[in-house]
T-cell receptor
Framework: DVKVTQSSRYLVKRTGEKVFLECVQD?????MFWYRQDPGLGLRLIYF???????EKGDIPEGYSVSREKKERFSLILESASTNQTSMYLC?????????????FGPGTRLTVT | GQNIDQPTEMTATEGAIVQINCTYQ??????LFWYQQHAGEAPTFLSY????GLEEKGRFSSFLSRSKGYSYLLLKELQMKDSASYLC????????????FGAGTRLAVHP
């Protein structure tokens, strides 16, 4: 059974703190993605990675960075958390670069920045 | 730019049929996905269309018209457990499986 796990379901941080969100997949997938989900806006892509140490900006990368040192792990970093980064963060992975490969999602991390 | 539109909310009765529409305007198109997301849970894959026409999978069917930039998800014999958000997503060209999502349609099924 395919599995994407995220380090925390709920997280509360203070403004200015550095925040790490971890994602691990056990399917040997090449591609990994970080999204944020906000009411009325849907899922928006922050960053994605198609190989170890490779990363590409998504649609809203400002204020975020990522790290992929191992194939199974993709980390999202908020260098200095701000209240407008309060959101649900979803990690996903998919196999290869074929057009028909679905993305598998983790359960999400609800981050609150106070 | 990229634009995907779907209704914000829909309601339906248990046992009925509901159609959730999705229109899109994107720079590049390599197929369209539908995902289901129950409150507080991860989105899960429902269907993928890349060619025009209807794909049927049990109680759920998905239709695509590429010339019209239009898709719909059809849910038959609705059950209470179908109450969820339904996300339409376009797969862009260029590899890497990059998806653009609509805002989602929240479906409430009533007895």
């Amino acid at each position: 059974d395919v599995k994407v796990t995220q380090s925390s379901r709920y997280l509360v941080k203070r403004t200015g703190e550095k925040v790490f969100l971890e994602c691990v997949q056990d399917m040997d997938h090449e591609n990994m993605f970080w999204y944020r989900q906000d009411p009325g806006l849907g899922l928006r892509l922050i960053y994605f990675s198609y190989d170890v140490k490779m990363k590409e900006k998504g649609d809203i990368p400002e204020g975020y960075s990522v790290s992929r040192e191992k194939k199974e792990r993709f980390s999202l970093i908020l260098e200095s958390a701000s209240t407008n980064q309060t959101s649900m963060y979803l990690c996903a992975s998919s196999q290869g670069q074929g057009v028909s490969y679905e993305q598998y999602f983790g359960p999400g991390t609800r981050l609150t920045v106070t | 730019g990229q634009n995907i539109d779907q209704p914000t909310e829909m309601t339906a009765t248990e046992g009925a049929i509901v159609q959730i529409n999705c229109t899109y305007q994107t720079s590049g198109f390599n197929g369209l996905f539908w995902y289901q997301q129950h409150a507080g849970e991860a989105p899960t894959f429902l269907s993928y269309n890349v060619l025009d026409g209807l794909e049927e999978k049990g109680r759920f069917s998905s239709f695509l018209s590429r010339s019209k930039g239009y898709s719909y998800l059809l849910l038959k014999e609705l059950q209470m457990k179908d109450s969820a958000s339904y996300l339409c997503a376009v797969l862009l060209s260029g590899g890497y499986n990059k998806l653009i999502f609509g805002a989602g349609t929240r479906l409430a099924v009533h007895p």
